[in-house]
């Protein structure tokens, strides 16, 4: 595939809103003369993600929505506070059926006009279930997740195991092998922080079969963007650069999966440390990354990392 001039990659929903944080090179931000302009609104933060990709080649330009947030409320507030009009998206992709990725996806159909192909894979239907050590148990929780309901609001499910194209330059990655030793999937239900999922009459350990990325071919580089990594950040970006033959990843924003409870310090260091192999351009841990991680991300890479919030927005050229 050839790659794109130009990407702008805008975080429509994320964990924080921070109005102190300036611009940078080829970063924008919704900053203080945004929040203090009466003519303008003011975007939410919310615990999801949504990142809009602007992919622009020649005179062409082509959009994607990575992700849709917890609620369409936050979604279509921000997409309207930043200027963004969903109405012109192309193509959905949904990194994993977890409520606080595909939260919002039902309000973005009903308010399109248009029919919205939707990149995601059939394991995100399963039932699913999260055990807290406190005791705490979520049941089902991604009941509002049907292939039924999608398709009465215009959208147009694409199920896929393998990756798919879904516009100029742009993979979804589909199922991602777990190779990496210290990425491994949880083998049982017995943890006291379990994610669980419901599979042929059976409670077994939510490995999230269905977690996938977006990779953008700029020039001759990729950006992987990633929504909580379940399949591991380092098994993600690997299969991006199998997938397209590019080895020089300008960028990777999104959940990194460190801050889920119960997750040791080992695995942020060994991330680090096949990071620094990788040798990534910009890194942007976002999400369920976790603060403590994100922080000794920064502190490792400190002239590559990019503290983001909702209303940023990043250009990546080739």
Not at 182 to 192: G, H, M, R, V
Not at 258 to 281: M, N
């Amino acid at each position: 595939m050839q790659g794109v001039r130009r990407v702008v990659v805008t975080t429509l929903v994320e964990n924080s809103v921070d109005m102190l944080l300036a611009d940078g090179p080829n970063v924008t931000r919704a900053g203080l003369a945004h929040h203090f302009d009466p003519k303008r609104q003011n975007p939410i933060a919310e615990n999801g993600l949504a990142l809009h990709v602007l992919l622009e080649w020649d005179r062409y330009r082509y959009q994607i929505l990575f992700d849709t947030g917890m609620s369409g409320m936050a979604l279509l507030h921000n997409a309207a506070a930043l200027g963004i009009d969903l109405q012109q998206i192309d193509h959905l992709v949904v990194s994993h059926g977890h409520p606080d990725h595909y939260g919002g996806l039902l309000t973005l159909l009903e308010h399109r006009e248009a029919p919205l192909p939707i990149s995601m894979h059939d394991q995100a239907f399963t039932p699913r279930y999260l055990r807290l050590a406190s005791g705490q148990l979520a049941p089902y929780y991604n009941h509002g997740l049907t292939r039924q309901g999608i398709e009465a609001r215009g959208g147009c499910v694409v199920s896929h195991d393998d990756a798919l194209e879904v516009g100029p330059g742009a993979l979804a990655t589909g199922c991602i092998p777990r190779r990496v030793s210290f990425e491994a999937p949880p083998q049982d239900i017995s943890t006291p922080n379990a994610l669980i999922q419901v599979s042929e009459g059976r409670m077994c350990p939510d490995a999230v079969p269905d977690d996938q990325a977006l990779v953008i071919q700029v020039g001759e580089g990729i950006v992987v963007l990633t929504g909580c990594s379940h399949a591991g950040v380092i098994n993600t970006v690997r299969r991006a650069v199998e997938l397209t033959g590019r080895d020089h990843v300008l960028g990777v924003f999104g959940g990194f999966h460190l801050g889920f409870p119960g997750t040791p310090e080992s695995k942020t260091e060994a991330t680090i440390e096949e990071f620094r192999q990788i040798d990534v351009g910009m890194l942007c841990p976002m999400h369920c990354t976790g603060m403590v991680a994100a922080m000794r991300i920064r502190s490792a890479f400190p002239d590559r990392f990019l503290l983001n919030c909702t209303g940023a927005s990043v250009v990546i050229e080739a």
